[in-house]
């Protein structure tokens, strides 16, 4: 089915740990968005990424890392996982309007 | 900076009540504008967008916006809600001649009473 997937759903992990959380999207979409969402925040752009091999920060890109070797894949990776990084992780592509993922939720103890 | 204001950040209606969710946008050139809703537990979903053209936009399930250019605004409407409207609503502006991003509000959580 044509769509965007995110894997892990639900993940919990420890402190200081690597975390990769994967979106896939089957469109072939050229922009894709990784965004966290958090009570009172709303959502917040961590990275982009405008095309295959082309990524840039967002608004709160400190302690993740994200990579795009082929347009429909878009990880996203915590390196060290921080209490702070307890979040709903969405990923999103784009082509005129913007399409979500299902989400992962994510803690870290 | 640009930004996207969303002034309710809480809404609590009664069932068959009206309801008008406000967005005002900062950037004064050329704009996408888009309402999505996020039902509880559940990823965002586009409700309507406007491109170009008649600025009242009819979106899914009764929702409808109106672009006034003038004033800044997209507002969402709904004249009658229902228990199923419970949810956050997000307005979020694409600047077209500035850059590919999307610029979010905050939300505004909004809870219809049976």
């Known amino acids: 089915d044509a769509g965007i997937t995110q894997s892990p759903r639900y993940k919990i992990t420890e402190t200081g740990r690597q975390v990769t959380l994967m979106c896939h999207q089957t469109?072939?979409?050229?922009?894709m968005f990784w965004y966290r969402q958090d009570l009172g925040h709303g959502l917040r752009l961590i990275y982009y990424?405008?095309?295959?091999?082309?990524?840039d920060k967002g608004e709160v890109p400190d302690g993740y890392v994200v990579s795009r070797s082929k347009t429909e894949n878009f990880p996203l990776t915590l390196e060290s996982a921080t209490r702070s990084q307890t979040s709903v992780y969405f990923c999103a592509s784009r082509e005129g309007e913007q399409f979500f993922g299902p989400g992962t939720r994510l803690t870290v103890l | 900076a640009q930004s996207v204001s969303q002034h309710n950040h809480h809404v609590i209606l009664s069932e068959a009540a009206s309801l008008e969710l406000g967005c005002n946008y900062s950037y004064g050139g050329t704009v996408n504008l888009f309402w999505y809703v996020q039902y509880p537990g559940q990823h965002l979903q586009l409700l309507l967008k406007?491109?170009?053209?008649d600025p009242l936009v009819k979106g899914i399930k009764g929702f409808e916006a109106e672009f006034i250019k003038s004033k800044f605004s997209f507002n969402l409407r709904k004249p009658s809600v229902q228990w199923s409207d419970t949810a956050e609503y997000f307005c979020?502006?694409?600047?077209?001649?500035?850059?590919?991003?999307?610029?979010w509000g905050a939300g505004t959580k909004l809870i219809i009473k049976p």
């Open positions: 406007y491109f170009s053209g």
């Open positions: 990424s405008a095309a295959a091999d082309i990524t």
């Open positions: 469109w072939s979409h050229s922009y």
């Open positions: 979020a502006v694409i600047q077209i001649d500035s850059n590919y991003q999307l610029i």
